[in-house]
């Protein structure tokens, strides 16, 4: 099985992408590209059967139901307080991601991931367009990551390891991922993950698309589905790391 991870960003510049080859022994990261454009990306998903996109795959349906009903001049009144700002800016998933981990993920609809939101969308209508089927429940080859989630489900620490200037965190981190999961062979790639978070979240992206090829991730139940499909969803491993291989 071979399973593709994204860590996009709103530039190539800083969007990394990495393709892990997953045998009965070991799980061999066979590419890793930084500074990704959109063809090097669409080339990815489409050479893999599972690709987690670190990115929101749709904004909260009460949010595309506010802008579109004040495009048209007719916007009704939302009741004042943080509950109804909440459902503009929060997705189901979101709201499932800190229930169950205590995580809360960027505001698609309130901050600057919205951003790379809006280049990810461009290229799942490419990938759609190029017969790609595109599912944002998760369902299909494309599913929505958020590394962070993943790394707490899998025990492993999920915070201050983005600092630029000091990468000790991050190389700390790497070394508890190898411990946990001693067949993942980085081959060439493994200093490339102790010096660049984007390129390390972009492994974990992969792994977390092995996860929800094997369904070990948080099933989805049917009143999430119908948001889930509209407005994207997180996979959550449910599983130990060491079940991947």
Same mark, same amino acid.
């Given at each position: 099985?071979?399973?593709?991870?994204?860590?996009?960003?709103?530039?190539?510049?800083?969007?990394? *992408?990495? =393709?892990?080859?997953?045998?009965?022994?070991?799980?061999?990261?066979?590419?890793?590209?930084?500074?990704?454009?959109?063809?090097?990306?669409?080339?990815?998903?489409?050479?893999? =059967?599972?690709?987690?996109?670190?990115?929101?795959?749709?904004?909260?349906?009460?949010?595309?139901?506010?802008? /579109?009903?004040?495009?048209?001049?007719?916007?009704?009144?939302?009741?004042?307080?943080?509950?109804?700002? =909440?459902?503009?800016?929060? =997705?189901?998933?979101?709201?499932?991601?800190?229930?169950?981990?205590?995580?809360?993920?960027?505001? *698609?609809?309130?901050?600057?991931?919205?951003?790379?939101?809006?280049?990810?969308?461009?290229?799942?209508?490419?990938?759609?367009?190029?017969?790609?089927?595109?599912?944002?429940?998760?369902?299909?080859?494309?599913?929505?990551?958020?590394?962070?989630?993943?790394?707490?489900?899998?025990?492993?620490?999920?915070?201050?390891?983005?600092?630029?200037?000091?990468?000790?965190?991050?190389?700390?981190?790497?070394?508890?991922?190898?411990?946990?999961?001693?067949?993942?062979?980085?081959?060439?790639?493994?200093?490339?993950?102790?010096?660049?978070?984007?390129?390390?979240?972009?492994?974990?992206?992969?792994?977390?698309?092995?996860?929800?090829?094997?369904?070990?991730?948080?099933?989805?139940?049917?009143?999430?589905?119908?948001?889930? /499909?509209?407005?994207?969803?997180? *996979?959550?491993?449910?599983?130990?790391?060491?079940?991947?291989?």
């Amino acid at each position: 099985m071979i399973t593709a991870g994204i860590d996009l960003a709103a530039q190539p510049e800083r969007t990394a *992408v990495a =393709r892990i080859k997953w045998t009965t022994d070991c799980a061999v990261i066979e590419n890793v590209v930084s500074h990704a454009d959109g063809e090097v990306i669409l080339q990815m998903v489409k050479q893999a =059967r599972k690709t987690g996109i670190d990115c929101p795959l749709g904004w909260p349906t009460a949010f595309v139901e506010f802008v /579109t009903s004040h495009h048209g001049g007719h916007v009704s009144i939302p009741a004042d307080g943080h509950g109804s700002r =909440r459902k503009l800016t929060m =997705r189901r998933t979101d709201v499932f991601v800190h229930e169950k981990l205590r995580l809360t993920p960027l505001s *698609v609809s309130a901050d600057r991931i919205a951003h790379v939101a809006l280049r990810c969308a461009v290229l799942l209508g490419k990938l759609e367009a190029a017969g790609v089927p595109v599912d944002r429940s998760g369902s299909g080859p494309v599913a929505e990551v958020y590394p962070a989630a993943s790394l707490r489900s899998w025990g492993l620490d999920h915070r201050g390891y983005k600092q630029k200037a000091d990468t000790s965190a991050l190389a700390s981190l790497v070394d508890r991922l190898l411990d946990g999961a001693p067949w993942l062979d980085c081959t060439t790639h493994e200093q490339t993950m102790r010096r660049s978070h984007d390129v390390f979240d972009a492994v974990i992206a992969a792994m977390t698309a092995r996860a929800a090829a094997l369904r070990q991730t948080i099933p989805l139940t049917e009143d999430d589905l119908a948001a889930a /499909t509209a407005e994207g969803w997180i *996979v959550i491993p449910d599983k130990p790391i060491s079940a991947l291989l």
